[in-house]
């Protein structure tokens, strides 16, 4: 019962993961070592992935730890760099209004960056 507990949802959060990142399922299954139609049937539930394509994913950001679990854990303070310190400081020092502004700005950037690596442009 425990693991079959512990698999459920593996494939909406693998899909949560792989939008997140903004990657397409080709993409985001290349980086697995898979083709795109075995990354659809991982997010489809069909299949479950194995330990070679959850490690090879972790080391491109995804949270392996929230796919297989659903629970997150927050990022280790250790493993924050110093610029995004800084940025974390300046962000607190901001207005409450300025800091929606901000997380809109940034999140639409990111969105960007995402859709520009996907297609191969940097």
Known sequence: MGISIQMSGIGDRLREERERLGMSQA???????????AQGNYEKGDRY??????????????????VVTGERRPTSADSISSAEVDLLEHYRQ???NDQT????MVTAMAEMAGRYEVNGDK
């Open 27 to 37: 993409v985001f299954g290349e980086l697995g070592g898979v083709k795109a139609n």
């Open 49 to 66: 992935p194995d330990a070679a394509y959850l490690a090879a994913v972790a080391e491109r950001g995804v949270d392996v730890l929230y």
């Open 94 to 96: 901001l207005p409450a």
């Open 101 to 104: 502004h901000t997380n809109r």
